[in-house]
């Protein structure tokens, strides 16, 4: 099985010593996002194929990336690097660091280990289409070697996307919009030039209403890549998260209201105080990532 850490908040940035622990341990517990009961997830060599770690900080992780490796497993570091102004990214690192960080994870493992993520496209009076195909031709450039796929999609706005960006626009002063298809369509293929020119391919993450603009689909847990760093085959049947999606099955071990980066486009998170409470409730010494609401199941043997 594949392991993604985590689609749901920042592991990396976050929760290393957790992640570490786990690793030791052969399993974690995970809260069932869909109000089922909780479950395990084996983190035994034997259980796992491969990592998809999901972050916008992979300093705090660099012990459990080398221990990973150790282990034999082959990972994929999902790595989101937008640069947009605080008024929308409250806390996330700054872009120098975030393509320090890109480079060195390439460096010690390979380009084929990191996927860039400018996801996503988010267009307010701060970031209009203009400014995003500048800004993302100027970090293509210097991400040029470091990584061969450039993941993005335009956000999804569900009822706390907008409740949240209403927030942050009246205190920041913005204005923002969903731009229609043809204007996101044009702003795609504006960055799919950049992109190329820069020897990456971009991939649109489950967004099919976009697929006529010509963008091959992304699988952002990719069995294919994991398999070609592995240097070994591995089987991971396709198994999309929405339509669209073009991702292999996996098993994700994070929990929702954790990050506290303050993105406030993020579908992840209700409130940042929401994501400060479920951060104070951490235990890095726990089996799950937040204490979980049900009584857990006996552990397989």
Not at 20 to 26: F, I, K, Q, V, W
Not at 178 to 202: F, I, N, S, T
Not at 242 to 255: K, N, Q, T, V, W
Request: hydrophobic fraction near 45%; glycine fraction near 8%; aromatic fraction near 8%.
């Amino acid at each position: 099985m594949i392991v993604s850490a985590s689609y749901r908040t920042d592991i990396p940035a976050f929760f290393a010593p957790w992640f570490l622990g786990r690793l030791e341990a052969g399993f974690c517990r995970v809260a069932n996002p869909y109000g089922g009961p909780p479950y395990t997830v084996s983190l035994r060599p034997g259980a796992v194929d491969g990592f998809v770690f999901w972050t916008r900080n992979a300093a705090p992780f660099a012990d459990a990336l080398a221990e990973v490796r150790r282990r034999g497993h082959p990972f994929v570091v999902q790595f989101t690097l937008t640069g947009y102004p605080r008024a929308l990214e409250r806390s996330v690192p700054a872009i120098e660091a975030g393509i320090a960080q890109m480079r060195e994870v390439a460096r010690r493992y390979g380009p084929r280990a990191v996927v860039w993520r400018y996801d996503p496209i988010l267009v307010t009076s701060l970031t209009p289409a203009d400014w995003h195909a500048a800004h993302f031709a100027a970090l293509a450039r210097r991400l040029r070697g470091v990584s061969d796929e450039v993941v993005t999609s335009f956000a999804q706005i569900y009822r706390k996307t907008a409740r949240n960006l209403a927030r942050a626009a009246r205190a920041h002063g913005f204005d923002w919009r969903d731009p229609g298809a043809e204007d996101k369509r044009a702003l795609l293929l504006r960055l799919a030039e950049a992109a190329a020119g820069c020897a990456m391919r971009l991939t649109l993450c489950t967004q099919p209403a976009l697929a006529d603009a010509g963008l091959p689909a992304a699988a952002c847990i990719d069995g294919a890549r994991l398999a070609d760093i592995a240097g070994r085959p591995i089987r991971a049947r396709r198994k999309g998260n929405r339509p669209g999606c073009l991702c292999a099955e996996s098993r994700d071990i994070g929990a929702y209201d954790t990050c506290p980066q303050g993105c406030v486009y993020c579908y992840a998170v209700e409130s940042r105080a929401a994501a400060r409470r479920g951060l104070r409730a951490h235990d890095p010494a726990g089996a799950a990532l937040v204490p979980l609401a049900r009584r857990p199941q006996a552990l397989p043997s």
